[in-house]
Nanobody, 117 residues
Framework: VQLVESGGGLVQPGGSLRLSCAAS????????MSWHRQAPGKERELVAL????????HYADSVKGRFTISRDNAKNTVYLQMNSLKPEDTAVYFC???????????WGRGTQVTVSS
């Protein structure tokens, strides 16, 4: 099983980034996918989630209206489009997969996002 995040980097406040998480080794379409982030000295927090069925979405209040999560089951990939980035969005962003049965639970290694002028 692998989850590989990409797309992180340094961006100015107000800018945009698109994160990708490529999955392999499990039945992607049967898994709920989510993005989490962890800033230095803080706990890891849920940013956005997209369900396996009907592709329902949920967002943390701090990113609503600015971030959009989406998935492409044909490419086994989940995305996080991040717009209007703020310095407080600076963190390592992690991809997570949880099976709809609740049995499988996998994390990626993360990608750094830094928002700074």
């Amino acid at each position: 099983v692998q989850l590989v995040e990409s797309g992180g980097g340094l961006v100015q406040p107000g800018g945009s980034l698109r994160l990708s998480c490529a999955a392999s080794g499990f039945t992607f379409r049967s898994y709920h996918m989510s993005w989490h982030r962890q800033a230095p000295g803080k706990e890891r927090e849920l940013v956005a989630l997209i369900t396996s069925t009907f592709e329902g979405t949920h967002y943390a209040d701090s990113v609503k209206g600015r971030f959009t999560i989406s998935r492409d089951n044909a490419k086994n990939t989940v995305y996080l489009q991040m717009n209007s980035l703020k310095p407080e969005d600076t963190a390592v962003y992690f991809c997570k997969a949880v099976s709809s049965s609740g049995i499988g639970n996998y994390w990626g290694r993360g990608t750094q996002v830094t928002v700074s002028s």
